[in-house]
């Protein structure tokens, strides 16, 4: 099975740095996502990460730790439209499904 | 830019009544999947197609769902006899094959069973 951890609500304020951890145990693994969801929407794709090491992508990065079954979500000059949930997906060894966690709500304010 | 579309987004239906929900994937995809989430809670995987067959289903694809790609670009799912606890979101999503695994997401259909 899957356990995927991460917090439930996070604050910031614009212009600030949120790092949001994501811990997970798994009976396999081959690769963690990190998604972006505003309320009511869908879940938008922001990165993916299957080796250790840091992936950098504009204002946002993720980095993976596999042996410490760990990841965490950077979102730098935090804008009021990053206010949402992030959530995080484990991809098991074997198949294409995506587990994931209960997603960590980031309100940003003035 | 291409993406995954569902129609209806909102659907009201009557316990015990059929619903099909359509989807159409990303037209280069090779893998679709079906996910739900019920308000306030997290996203959970139904099952995934590939193939013309499902690779792999849950827990709760039970027999009261089924999938179909009836030609080349629809993908659906259909519940034969709705119950109360059906009542969520549910997404549909593709994704390319092998070598690209980020799975793309459409906006969903808004599923209430009264």
């Known amino acids: 099975g899957q356990n995927i951890d991460q917090p439930t609500e996070m604050t910031a304020t614009e212009g600030a740095i949120v790092q949001i951890n994501c811990t997970y145990q798994?009976?396999?693994?081959?690769?963690l996502f990190w998604y972006q969801q505003h309320a009511g929407e869908a879940p938008t794709f922001l990165s993916y990460?299957?080796?250790?090491g840091l992936e950098e992508k504009g204002r946002f990065s993720s980095f993976l730790s596999r042996s410490k079954g760990y990841s965490y979500l950077l979102l730098k000059e935090l804008q009021m439209k990053d206010s949402a949930s992030y959530l995080c997906?484990?991809?098991?060894?074997?198949?294409?499904?995506?587990?994931f966690g209960a997603g960590t709500t980031v309100t940003v304010r003035a | 830019e291409p993406e995954v579309t569902q129609t209806p987004s909102h659907q009201v239906t009557q316990m015990g009544q059929e619903v099909i929900l359509r989807c159409v994937p990303i037209?280069?995809?090779?893998?679709f999947y079906w996910y739900r989430q019920i308000l306030g809670q997290k996203v959970e995987f139904l099952v995934s197609?590939?193939?013309?067959?499902?690779?792999?289903k849950s827990e709760i694809f039970d027999d009261q769902f089924s999938v179909e790609r009836p030609d080349g670009s629809n993908f659906t799912l259909k519940i034969r006899s709705t119950k109360l606890e059906d009542s969520a979101m549910y997404f549909c999503?593709?994704?390319?094959?092998?070598?690209?695994?980020?799975?793309?997401f459409g906006p969903g259909t808004r599923l209430t069973v009264t």
């Open positions: 999503a593709s994704s390319g094959g092998y070598g690209t695994y980020e799975q793309y």
């Open positions: 798994t009976s396999g693994f081959n690769g």
């Open positions: 990460n299957v080796l250790d």
């Open positions: 997906a484990v991809r098991g060894s074997d198949d294409y499904k995506l587990s």
């Open positions: 037209s280069n995809h090779l893998y």
């Open positions: 197609f590939y193939n013309n067959e499902i690779s792999e």
